[in-house]
């Protein structure tokens, strides 16, 4: 397998054995594959053997900048978040189901005796629709399960109306023969009844109604008909912890916290509709001492409170396990900024039990993974220290890279890491200006003066990495002999190989522009490829959100004299664009509001006159 720039080696190191998914990130931070593992160590090393087998797979692995990994109790919660992720992120390389008119759905129609089935297309049919579903096959599997849980017909209404004697399927117990009057209404309705509170997630509901009629039928001596119920709720237990991750809640944020040393990691589930829509982990900066419970009280208060929190950022319930101080005050501000009634829940049972379980182990895990990635991280800049041997070490590196398209809308990034990782709040962007288009050293020259020209010493890095050949690197060079910088950081250029290969990258040190090459699975030059990778990503998205913007602008706007209201004059009166350019100066100055010396620097600046 080609080297990539993700140490892979040190986040399997820190990745647990549970049930969970996991999400993949390319360099711009998007989401490219969404997956489901019983052991996720197990399943995500398998990523990165040597012999990966498919060429999608490969293609995949070359992509990954970064995983996500969110620990489940079970596979059933796994598959569920899972298909909940996959339509929230839409990634390219799992299987999407992009128009919600195809998904498939499970249909129980409106019948004297209704049918339970699959639905796909338009909601034409009248029934109750339940979905949808990421798979046809994911809806055959639930009408397999539904036929031994409730014995509803799964026939057609023309088979229906043909049948004078039950079919394979009453004498198999899947289904009570309605069409040939082997059920009473009455009955039949109660199962539709139960069938729709188990679609909706209601379980406990089911076996809560099931254990009163089997009580029932036990003391009415109706020994058959409890028997058939008693199975009916041992198969729904089995399955109850499937729908755990759909389940009661419908509007709900859990927050689970873990706290070791000074450091704490707040994790929040968001629920909505009865389903785990996705998760994010926190880490706030924690004063020595403090407890749990301070943590939680400082976390809803900056997280819920405030004028820049959106109001439908705040549920109707917050589920937490810590005794929150001044709670009914607190309730009151949140009810407050939300419009609506929230509750603040902190002794929970059941259903809320699992899901604060879920986000405590959750939020464990990920302070877990975060403390291996920065002890990683440091193991890095320990290596890279080895190769340059600076005398005060290495604790700030910084990256410069140029984007354009064809020498319009320049941009320069410049992307700070320190022994943590990237440090983004240090991060720039610069536009280029006052250069001759597509002049890339010129437009490093724009972007070194503007980011040292008045630099203090104390934030100047140690190491300036140079996306680029000797050509670029000796411009940097060029520019601090003119600056007053002191020290001078150590510049290197980072030249791409021939075939442009991640691993065959070539450094070039300032000065001597001696050559350097690095093993391709070099900690060190694993951090260059990641803060290299990252100055092209933050480089490529200032820049196309430029040229986006450029592409909204009306040549119009440009001209002198020319404002929202003469522009709209101008357009309105002309019929378009298209017209004001073809007109000449007299039909311009004909415009309401337009005079004729307009007229005329209207005309010459659309002809470059």
Request: glycine residues 6%.
């Amino acid at each position: 397998m080609e080297p990539t720039s993700f140490d892979y080696v040190a986040f399997l190191a820190s990745v647990t054995n549970q049930p969970g998914v996991y999400r993949m990130y390319n360099s711009e931070q998007t989401v490219i594959y969404v997956g489901k593992a019983k052991q996720l160590k197990k399943r995500l090393s398998s990523y990165f053997r040597k012999d990966v087998g498919s060429n999608k797979t490969r293609v995949l692995v070359k992509q990954i900048t970064a995983i996500d990994v969110t620990v489940t109790h079970t596979e059933g919660e796994a598959l569920l978040l899972e298909n909940n992720f996959i339509k929230k992120y839409q990634p390219k390389y799992n299987i999407l189901l992009r128009d919600d008119k195809s998904y498939p759905y499970l249909l129980i129609t409106e019948h004297r005796h209704p049918k339970l089935g699959l639905h796909r297309g338009g909601k034409k049919v009248k029934g109750e629709y339940f979905g949808p579903y990421p798979t046809v096959g994911a809806v055959w599997e639930s009408l397999r399960l539904m036929q031994k849980l409730f014995p509803l017909r799964q026939c057609e209404d023309s088979y229906y109306r043909a049948r004078s004697r039950p079919c394979l399927q009453y004498q198999l117990k899947r289904c009570s023969a309605p069409c040939v009057d082997k059920i009473s209404i009455d009955d039949y309705q109660q199962q539709v009844h139960l069938a729709k509170l188990f679609l909706r997630g209601k379980s406990s509901q089911v076996i809560e109604t099931l254990v009163t009629q089997m009580e029932a039928a036990s003391m009415e001596l109706a020994f058959e008909k409890a028997a058939k119920l008693r199975d009916q709720i041992t198969t729904l237990r089995k399955v109850q912890q499937q729908q755990f991750v759909s389940g009661l809640a419908s509007d709900m944020d859990v927050v689970g916290i873990y706290s070791h040393k000074n450091q704490a990691c707040v994790h929040v589930l968001f629920i909505r509709d009865q389903k785990v829509l996705g998760s994010k982990s926190y880490f706030p900066s924690v004063p020595s001492n403090t407890n749990e419970n301070e943590i939680a009280e400082a976390f809803i208060c900056q997280h819920y409170l405030g004028s820049d929190v959106n109001t439908a950022k705040i549920p109707k319930e917050l589920v937490i396990k810590h005794a929150i101080n001044n709670k009914e005050e607190l309730i009151e501000l949140l009810k407050k900024q939300a419009e609506h009634d929230v509750k603040i829940s902190t002794n929970v049972r059941v259903e809320r039990a699992q899901y604060l379980k879920l986000a405590e182990t959750n939020a464990q895990n990920a302070l877990l993974t975060k403390n291996s990635h920065k002890e990683s991280m440091q193991a890095r800049f320990r290596e890279l220290n080895e190769v340059f041997e600076l005398p005060q070490g290495i604790n700030r590196i910084e990256c410069f890279d140029i984007s354009h398209t064809m020498g319009q809308q320049t941009v320069a990034s410049n992307v700070v890491f320190n022994t943590e990782g990237p440090l983004k709040s240090d991060y720039r962007r610069y536009n280029v200006t006052g250069i001759t288009p597509g002049d890339d050293y010129a437009a490093m020259d724009f972007a070194l003066n503007k980011r040292y020209r008045n630099a203090s010493p104390e934030n100047m890095p140690d190491i300036i990495f140079i996306d680029g050949g000797k050509g670029q690197l000796g411009r940097a060079e060029q520019v601090f002999s003119q600056l007053d910088v002191e020290p001078v950081p150590l510049l290197v250029g980072v030249a791409k190989g021939e075939s442009r290969k991640p691993g065959l990258e070539t450094l070039i040190l300032a000065g001597s522009h001696q050559l350097l090459s690095l093993p391709s699975t070099s900690p060190a030059l694993h951090l260059i490829q990641h803060i290299r990778d990252e100055s092209h990503r933050f480089a490529i998205a200032g820049h196309r959100a430029k040229r986006q913007k450029a592409s909204k602008k009306s040549v119009l706007e440009d001209i002198p004299g020319i404002g929202v209201k003469k522009r709209q004059a101008l357009l309105k009166y002309l019929g378009g664009f298209q017209e004001v350019l073809a007109a000449d100066i007299a039909t311009l100055s004909k415009v309401p509001g337009v005079s004729d010396i307009l007229a005329k620097t209207i005309y010459d600046a659309l002809h470059d006159k």
